[in-house]
Nanobody
Framework: QVQLVESGGGLVQAGGSLRLSCAGSGRTFSIFGMGWFRQGPGKEREFVGSISGSGGTTSIADLVKGRFTISRNNAKNTAYLQMNSLKPEDTAVYYC?????????????????WGQGTQVTVPS
């Protein structure tokens, strides 16, 4: 089992950057594929990005490709979502999730563990 805690959200002006962190408990963090999802106001949860357990493979949703990157540091049990050129439509609660399979996945149902979420607000 793993517990996940996100941090790094906040209020940022359009065009700005934020880096979200997802800290995981336990000594087996590297076996988990990690994902980032978001849910904006009045919207369904959507996939943002995923990274394999080793960090060697990543997948980024088309809607944020070129602006967002995902990475991880297994020695620190932490995954990251670097968000650049933020837009008002990026406003959402961002969640990290862990998948006991070490592969990337864009499907929320494949993730067994979820963090509590962190709010990102980009005013228009």
């Amino acid at each position: 089992q793993v517990q996940l805690v996100e941090s790094g959200g906040g209020l940022v002006q359009a065009g700005g950057s934020l880096r979200l962190s997802c800290a995981g408990s336990g000594r087996t963090f590297s076996i988990f594929g990690m994902g980032w999802f978001r849910q904006g106001p009045g919207k369904e949860r959507e996939f943002v990005g995923s990274i394999s357990g080793s960090g060697g493979t990543t997948s980024i949703a088309d809607l944020v490709k070129g602006r967002f990157t995902i990475s991880r540091n297994n020695a620190k049990n932490t995954a990251y979502l670097q968000m650049n050129s933020l837009k008002p439509e990026d406003t959402a609660v961002y969640y990290c999730a862990a998948n006991r399979s070490p592969y990337v996945s864009s499907v929320a149902g494949t993730y067994e563990y979820w963090g509590q979420g962190t709010q990102v607000t980009v005013p228009s």
